[in-house]
T-cell receptor
Framework: RKEVEQDPGPFNVPEGATVAFNCTYS??????FFWYRQDCRKEPKLLMS???SGNEDGRFTAQLNRASQYISLLIRDSKLSDSATYLC??????????FGAGTILRVKS | GAGVSQSPSNKVTEKGKDVELRCDPI?????LYWYRQSLGQGLEFLIY????????KSGLPSDRFSAERTGGSVSTLTIQRTQQEDSAVYLC????????????FGPGTRLTVL
């Protein structure tokens, strides 16, 4: 079983739609959680950290459920520019980040 | 520079040759990380440095891979006797220190082994 699992998609949605991505992780001792975004043939960039209380940044909302070892990302009012691969990232007890394989989002007009 | 830089941006080599990939972290960042990303795959952790020290080398795929960092700044990843399965994008990231988790990635080096 992979340490971080994501639905690869692709998720094809129209502009303005709300879309949710899920991620599960296997290491219950994981300490920090993130969503990164990666555009085609570009490097990953931090989208947002994920906190137990849930956090929001504009149209993006991230949730963490430690009991279920589950992380989610909700994107409201999708824009064409949101099209990218979304990477679920977990840091365990070591200092390395473990990346999921990513979920592809395609927003269409 | 403002961000992490890597060179070369593209490298094509023949099987069996050695290659050296370079990473210049953001100035002042003490932690530096190497990952690789194969086509359609997620990022695979290779190694990290805190200063010039690499406490965890467990991610290096084989003993043909080595990395060093000097002066707490530039790092090189060396792959000896390259194989076709080494073809991937090699990404470097840096962070202010190990406790601060925001890692800033460089643009990567696309390695193709023929």
């Amino acid at each position: 079983r992979k340490e971080v699992e994501q639905d690869p998609g692709p998720f094809n949605v129209p502009e303005g739609a709300t879309v949710a991505f899920n991620c599960t992780y296997s290491n219950s001792a994981s300490q920090s959680f993130f969503w990164y975004r990666q555009d085609c043939r570009k490097e990953p960039k931090l989208l947002m950290s994920v906190y137990s209380s849930g956090n929001e940044d504009g149209r993006f909302t991230a949730q963490l459920n430690r009991a279920s070892q589950y992380i989610s990302l909700l994107i409201r009012d999708s824009k064409l520019s949101d099209s990218a691969t979304y990477l679920c990232v977990v840091r365990g007890t070591t200092n390395k980040l473990v990346f999921g394989a990513g979920t592809i989002l395609r927003v269409k007009s | 520079g403002a961000g992490v830089s890597q060179s070369p941006s593209n490298k094509v080599t023949e099987k069996g040759k050695d290659v050296e990939l370079r990473c210049d972290p953001i100035s002042g960042h003490t932690a530096l990380y190497w990952y690789r990303q194969s086509l359609g795959q997620g990022l695979e952790f290779l190694i990290y440095f805190q200063g010039n020290s690499a406490p965890d080398k467990s991610g290096l795929p084989s003993d043909r891979f080595s990395a060093e960092r000097t002066g707490g700044s530039v790092s090189t990843l060396t792959i000896q006797r390259t194989q076709q399965e080494d073809s991937a994008v090699y990404l470097c990231a840096s962070s202010l220190d190990l406790r601060l988790n925001t890692q800033y990635f460089g643009p990567g080096t696309r390695l193709t082994v023929l």
